[in-house]
Nanobody, 128 residues
């Protein structure tokens, strides 16, 4: 059974940085496309960054481009989200997700429906 676990959230000030980590167990990590989503109160869960399993190509939502970086370490079964220049509007629960597909979910226009396994989420709060 695939298990996904996020860590690294917390309370920071605007302009600070955080690095989220996501570990996967019970599977061959390299077989999965990975994505980071976030969900703010009263809003839908949205894809903010993703990385493919094949060539490591990446996707970023416009709101985080230039500030967030997704990376993966297949040897450590871990995907990271480096978040710099955090803003109060980045406040949300951040979720890591894994997709075992023959296509790249974001290239197919898929959001949450493109991913098969989810972590429980980690809270990120950015204060003014």
């Amino acid at each position: 059974q695939v298990q996904i676990q996020e860590s690294g959230g917390g309370l920071v000030q605007a302009g600070d940085s955080l690095r989220l980590s996501c570990g996967a167990s019970g599977t061959t990590f390299g077989d999965y496309d990975m994505g980071w989503f976030r969900q703010a109160p009263g809003k839908e869960r949205e894809l903010i960054a993703a990385i493919s399993k094949t060539d490591g190509s990446t996707y970023y939502q416009d709101s985080v481009k230039g500030r967030f970086t997704i990376s993966r370490d297949n040897a450590q079964d871990t995907v990271y989200l480096q978040m710099n220049s955090l803003k109060p509007e980045d406040t949300a629960v951040y979720f890591c997700a894994a997709a075992r597909t023959d296509f790249v979910p974001w290239r197919a226009g898929l959001g949450t429906e493109g991913y098969d396994y989810w972590g429980q989420g980690t809270q990120v709060t950015v204060a003014q």
